[in-house]
């Protein structure tokens, strides 16, 4: 086929620098990543690591095409080939490009600066990326311009490609040589398959992920050990003095009291927490639901099945082993709005109020003490097993606004009350 007219095949023949060939590819490999998340990740809290990826990502390709422009303004690139309404259409197309890979991740971060959340941003869970100063009133704007610039930026890419597979194969006058490490359009064609199989490779990685999760939000639970501490101290059952009486009247207390003796219950077994517990939380997001666990948390437990009413219990838990299965949610968690760690760094649970409830169902009535504030908090439990081997499984709900958990802006779309769930295996040891 011969070049038309409007086409310099000398033009054709001039090379870009090689920094620009460099900035180029890495440009749309990064960006065929980028999309892909963007369009293929879940929207709740299953999608939270892989919005923080994408945040990522974005600022690597807002950094990358500003290096990009700048190269180009230093680097005179090769004269233009094509003139007339192509050649017009193509240099709108590369305008708008720039454009887009500028703006995009610009909305982006305003988006994410705006947002009630205020959720911080770590640029791949390493370094702190602080928010533009901007009103919250543009979020929605910021949202939608981002969704628009998304397929905008699709459909550009769509027609630079299809511009290059004109020249290349229709025109035939080796233009994807100009961008083509090498000069080889081989070359170029490969790193475009390259990108073409990131794209669709990433979309369908997240696709089956989610599918795999059943449409159901999950969250990392996982069993830690739960280690022993010292012992509480225990109410003084000393009896008090007895009274002078006389032989008769002695002996009928004295049988009175062995009667008695023997109807009271002794010393509750000491329970031991073995390895392998579970302590999780979950709380509504939204729409979604957060789950997490403490994986340091430990326990002194007095109980006697038979005699709930000697129980005395205490569990304390490392506020700073807090995971929702994130970094940046775990690094909020223990911040000032949150469990302010670094003042508060132990939540303790009192009981010496335990009763049956039902067979091997128990209700204790207990105090938490959480972020300098104690308030009433019971659970319910179950035992299963026998003898001094058993299973203890459990719940109850917490009001975190009552120990003035969760009072900042990102915690504006989270549930009130937090369900606490617990499960160990425990050893007795009689006293």
Do not use: C
């Not at 930026?153 to 006058?173: E, K, M, N, S, T």
């Amino acid at each position: 086929m011969a070049i038309p007219s409007s086409i310099d095949p000398i033009a054709a023949q001039a090379r870009y620098s090689a920094g620009a060939v460099v900035l180029h590819w890495l440009i749309a490999l990064v960006m065929a990543l980028q999309l892909a998340l963007g369009f293929a990740m879940p929207h709740d809290e299953r999608g939270f690591a892989l919005f923080q990826l994408h945040k990522s990502i974005g600022i690597t390709i807002l950094m990358l095409s500003v290096a990009r422009l700048a190269w180009r303004l230093t680097h005179r690139p090769p004269p233009s080939v094509e003139g007339g309404f192509s050649g017009a259409l193509a240099r709108t197309v590369h305008v708008l490009l720039y454009v887009f890979m500028i703006g995009q991740p610009l909305t982006g971060w305003a988006m994410v600066s705006t947002d009630a959340t205020r959720i911080p941003t770590l640029l791949f869970g390493t370094v702190p990326l602080p928010h533009l100063p901007l009103p919250a009133g543009i979020n929605e704007v910021m949202e939608q311009s981002h969704a628009v610039l998304a397929w905008t930026g699709l459909a550009l890419i769509v027609l630079h490609v299809a511009g290059a597979v004109r020249h290349q194969f229709l025109i035939r006058d080796g233009l994807l040589r100009r961008m083509a490490p090498g000069g080889s359009a081989w070359a170029a064609g490969l790193l475009a398959l390259l990108v073409v199989a990131i794209y669709m490779g990433t979309g369908m990685k997240i696709a089956g992920d989610v599918a795999a999760t059943g449409g159901y939000p999950t969250g990392r639970t996982p069993e830690q050990p739960g280690d022993a501490v010292p012992a509480a101290a225990l109410p003084d059952d000393t009896p008090g003095p007895t009274a002078t009486a006389t032989p008769d009247e002695a002996a009928t207390e004295a049988a009175e009291a062995s009667q008695e003796t023997e109807d009271e219950p002794g010393p509750p077994p000491v329970w031991a927490i073995q390895p392998g517990g579970r302590l999780g939380f979950s709380l509504g997001n939204g729409d979604g639901t957060l789950r997490g666990s403490f994986s340091d948390w430990s326990g002194t437990i007095r109980f006697d099945p038979d005699h709930p009413e000697t129980a005395a219990i205490r569990i304390d838990v490392k506020l700073a082993s807090a995971s929702l299965g994130d970094a940046t949610q775990d690094e909020m968690l223990q911040g000032g709005d949150f469990f302010g760690t670094s003042a508060n760094p132990t939540a303790t649970w009192r009981s010496t109020s335990v009763r049956a409830s039902g067979p091997n169902r128990f209700t204790a009535q207990g105090t938490l003490s959480l972020k300098g504030a104690s308030h009433p908090q019971s659970l319910t439990f179950t035992l299963s097993g026998s003898g001094l081997k058993r299973r203890v499984e459990g719940s109850g709900t917490i009001d975190r606004a009552a120990f003035g958990v969760g009072t900042g802006e990102a915690a504006a779309a989270l549930g009130q009350s937090v369900t606490l769930t617990f499960a160990f295996d425990a050893t007795g040891r009689a006293p």
